[in-house]
């Protein structure tokens, strides 16, 4: 069974720039989730999908944005990129439904520079 | 609001050696309790995790923790240390309501010393 995918696995921006970032899920996952990591702040929740719907949100600034699409793969956004925003971005499927788990498989993860 | 907080950022053990990561946790309502490993360039990989019933909880790799209500604590410990368990190890909190985001806390550096 394939594991999380994510794409692109690297990638070198400058600010004012926008990024996309996908996330393939486990095959039968309906949830992804979106974190993000960083040295300074830990691992931090962005957004959590689920049916197309995001059900969650955490504290970020609504340059951060996602979607899931009708075959639960998730896309993330960041637009006028900041240098701050240079970390580690992780997307986590699971069997979520109508009750959490807590229990996430994790991608390799989106390493994001700007410079 | 629930919280996690992990003691100690670095954590150095000689292999062989017993292996305790320390973790407290702040929750108003029964929480679910989890352990999560990073190796290097990887994403996280859960270990196990406390929801109800057992308090003492076996994982992965020979890894287990007890969920200590009294002392809102969830220990990760291993009574042998090996040098491939060397990684960063995160604890989590997740809430039984409706909320599906994990918080994490801020990681130990588990090094192993030959």
């Known amino acids: 069974k394939a594991g999380v995918t994510q794409t692109p696995r690297y990638l070198i921006k400058t600010r004012g720039q926008q990024v996309t970032l996908s996330c393939s899920p486990i095959?039968?996952?309906?949830?992804v989730s979106w974190y993000q990591q960083t040295p300074g702040q830990g691992l931090q929740f962005l957004f959590e999908?689920?049916?197309?719907?995001?059900?969650n949100k955490g504290n970020f600034p609504g340059r951060f944005s996602g979607r899931q699409f009708s075959n639960s793969r998730s896309e993330m956004n960041v637009s006028t990129l900041e240098l701050g925003d240079s970390a580690l971005y992780l997307c986590?499927?699971?069997?979520?439904?109508?009750?959490?788990?807590?229990?996430?498989?994790f991608g390799e993860g989106s390493r994001l520079t700007v410079l | 609001a629930q919280s996690v907080t992990q003691l100690g950022s670095h954590v150095s053990v000689s292999e062989g050696a017993l292996v305790l990561l320390r973790c407290n946790y702040s929750?108003?309502?029964?929480?679910?309790l989890f352990w999560y490993v990073q190796y290097p360039n990887q994403g996280l990989q859960l270990l196990l995790k406390?929801?109800?019933?057992?308090?003492l909880v076996k994982g992965i790799n020979g890894f287990e923790a007890e969920f200590k209500k009294s002392e809102t604590s969830f220990h990760l410990t291993k009574p042998s240390a090996h040098m491939s368990d060397a990684a960063e190890y995160f604890c989590?909190?997740?809430?039984?309501?409706?909320?599906?985001?994990?918080?994490f806390g801020s990681g130990t550096r588990l090094l192993v010393r030959p």
């Open positions: 999908y689920f049916s197309e719907t995001q059900r």
């Open positions: 095959s039968g996952h309906r949830s």
């Open positions: 989590a909190v997740i809430t039984s309501d409706s909320s599906y985001k994990l918080i």
């Open positions: 406390y929801t109800t019933g057992a308090t």
């Open positions: 929750s108003s309502v029964p929480p679910y």
């Open positions: 986590a499927s699971s069997l979520e439904a109508r009750k959490p788990t807590g229990e996430l498989f």
